[in-house]
């Protein structure tokens, strides 16, 4: 496997904390903050993990805040609704007690 692509995968496997809550590192890509593809990446594996059997066909994200490349991100799932047909969840990172996300 590509050095790249292990790095990625290694980004993306969150650590599980309790029930609809996880753990994310970040990576220094040389910017300010944390690059806002991670966030939107780890994200979307975080509401994914919550959900069995069904994969993920919309995502919509807003930036508020920078992410501390120093601290871990914690991402917080909230299921809104579980139906026959659909699942929707909501997702908010924050890291250093600021919301990155709404």
Do not use: W
């Not at 609809?20 to 966030?39: A, C, P, Y």
């Amino acid at each position: 496997m590509d050095s790249a692509l292990a790095d990625l995968i290694r980004q993306l496997d969150l650590e599980s904390l309790e029930v609809n809550l996880f753990r994310g590192q970040s990576s220094d890509l040389g910017g300010k903050s944390v690059f806002g593809g991670q966030v939107v990446g780890q994200a979307l594996v975080a509401a994914t993990r919550t959900v069995e059997g069904r994969s993920p066909h919309s995502l919509h994200a807003y930036f508020l805040l920078p992410g501390d490349m120093a601290a871990p991100i914690v991402y917080e799932v909230d299921r809104i609704r579980d139906g026959r047909s659909f699942t929707a969840a909501g997702c908010r990172p924050s890291s250093t007690d600021s919301r990155s996300f709404p």
